[in-house]
């Protein structure tokens, strides 16, 4: 790695501005996240509400109404109405959580955890990826047939481009702005912040070093930032030596510099991970396993209703259960027989007859 450009103190407010102009982009990229997060919550919040809803209309207890009666066909689309509007809630509510996943965003893509990498970064179709698996694995052995049509039609609702390939673009798109090699990562942009920080900390704790620093002092620093933080670019001895010496004379414009590139890298990171989330977004309310999600939920509910009709047309109602002799009824059945036993002691059968078909009544006798 060449030697940095030799920096002036006037240049001091060049490295402020532009820290500020990074700072304000990442503030901005931030708030754009928060947006479209909040947004995917009210969003999903709306449409889980609307399946939920949908969904209780029908209710676990209508199916154990209907399950040991009836055409076993039709209790069976009850269960797979009931249980596809299930599914089509759930998938909405899970892309949808997808938004709001937290991601770590780290210089190199290949270390950030999360991300998507559809057809192993190739960017390759279900079907492409399925004509390519090597004969006598799972895939070349079952996946054909009719479970082929199936399986290539669920991957066509379910491909998505790369956030992968994305993250990189983004990133090397940076890198070429600020003139380093294709597939360089950002770490080989950091590495003067790096360096500078290395060695403040380092002049912090020996105060008798002054500027400006002989050779000596500058290979001894240098030995000691090579042995303790890990550079991604390859420095030579002479490019080091110049980057130390620069920070020993300048220090707060050193220190400057440090920040902007701190601020710059905030900002590209910021960027990938806004256009990550954004993508995500799109994805989870207007993709095709979302628009089939949210047609399976009133299909599924309509179905199933429709069984149950059927079932419950078809079903005989329940024999009357026989009448029973409450507690209550007893005693007053009691109660009128011996008011009969006593108006028989001291008048006439005639005249008790009201009695006895108060009894009969009581008894249920015609």
């Known amino acids: 790695m060449t030697a940095p450009p030799a920096v002036t103190p006037s240049e001091s407010n060049s490295f402020e501005a532009q820290r500020l102009a990074a700072d304000a982009s990442t503030a901005r990229f931030e708030t754009t996240i928060d947006q479209i997060r909040k947004r995917s919550d009210a969003w999903g919040k709306g449409a889980l509400a609307v399946g939920t809803a949908v969904v209780s209309a029908l209710g676990i207890g209508k199916i154990d109404d209907l399950w040991p009666q009836g055409n076993g066909w039709a209790v069976l689309a009850v269960v797979a109405g009931f249980a596809l509007s ?16 937290p991601i770590v965003m ?7 955890l999360g991300l998507s990498r559809t057809g192993n970064n190739t960017g390759r179709t279900a079907g492409e990826r399925l ?7 799972w895939r070349a052995r079952w996946i054909t047939g009719p479970v082929r049509v199936i399986w290539l039609w669920f991957g066509r609702l379910r491909d998505t481009p790369s956030e992968y390939a994305n993250v990189a673009a983004i990133y090397e798109r940076f890198a070429k702005l600020n003139g380093l090699k294709d597939g360089d990562d950002l770490l080989r942009f950091a590495d003067p912040a790096f360096v500078i920080e290395a060695t403040l900390v380092h002049l912090d704790e020996n105060p008798t070093i002054t500027a400006p620093v002989d050779d000596g002092t500058a290979a001894g ?6 042995a303790n933080v890990a550079l991604a670019g ?5 490019a080091l030596d110049a980057l130390i010496t620069y920070t020993a004379t300048h220090r707060e414009l050193a220190r400057d510099r440090a920040a902007m590139i701190r601020a710059e890298l905030r900002q590209v990171m910021t ?14 309310t207007t993709g095709k396993m979302t628009r089939l999600a949210l047609v399976l939920i009133p299909a599924g509910i309509f179905a199933a209703l429709l069984a149950a009709n059927y079932l419950e047309a078809e079903t005989p109602p329940p024999p009357t259960p026989p009448a029973t002799v409450t507690e209550a009824r007893a005693e007053l059945i009691v109660q009128a027989a011996e008011d009969y036993r006593a108006c028989l002691g001291t008048h006439a059968a005639d005249q008790c007859r009201p ?3 108060t009894l009969d009544a009581l008894r249920g006798l015609p």
């Open 86 to 101: 299930i599914v089509g809630v759930i998938t909405v509510g899970m892309r949808l959580s997808k938004v709001g996943n």
């Open 221 to 226: 620093i240098r030995a000691h930032i090579t």
């Open 234 to 238: 390859t420095w030579t001895p002479e």
């Open 131 to 137: 004509a390519a698996a090597p004969a006598g694995t």
């Open 106 to 112: 780290k210089t190199d893509p290949d270390a950030i």
């Open 355 to 357: 009695l006895l078909e």
């Open 271 to 284: 960027n990938a991970l806004a256009a990550v989330v954004s993508r995500r977004m799109v994805y989870a």
